[in-house]
């Protein structure tokens, strides 16, 4: 498994890409869309684009095990209490996505 120390942004629309943490080598790439916000859960690494997509990333295959449309322009992503949460720029809203069956509960007043 990659520690999560060894991920880095590659610039532009360039995957994501790994590294290993003693001596820099590349050991992976992840082709992950152009990314906003990056968050490590519940045992994937989770990137939110500016799009309103969000992308599980299994860090073990390094590739995208799910793509899920959460439908705002993210102000915030964390992960915890079994969840990844979404926040709305534009607005108040606070979505709860299942990491297990990428379902999108819509909305909460944040």
Do not use: C, N
């Amino acid at each position: 498994m990659i520690p999560a120390t060894a991920f880095r942004p590659a610039p532009s629309r360039t995957p994501w890409r790994s590294s290993d943490p003693a001596d820099g080598d590349l050991v992976g790439q992840v082709p992950a869309r152009r990314t906003a916000l990056l968050r490590f859960g519940e045992g994937f690494l989770w990137s939110m684009s500016a799009d309103g997509t969000l992308e599980q990333i299994d860090r073990d295959d390094q590739g995208v095990a799910r793509r899920i449309s959460v439908g705002v322009h993210p102000g915030g992503l964390a992960v915890g209490e079994g969840w990844v949460w979404v926040t709305d720029a534009d607005s108040p809203k606070l979505l709860r996505v299942d990491p297990r069956y990428g379902s999108v509960e819509r909305p909460r007043r944040a």
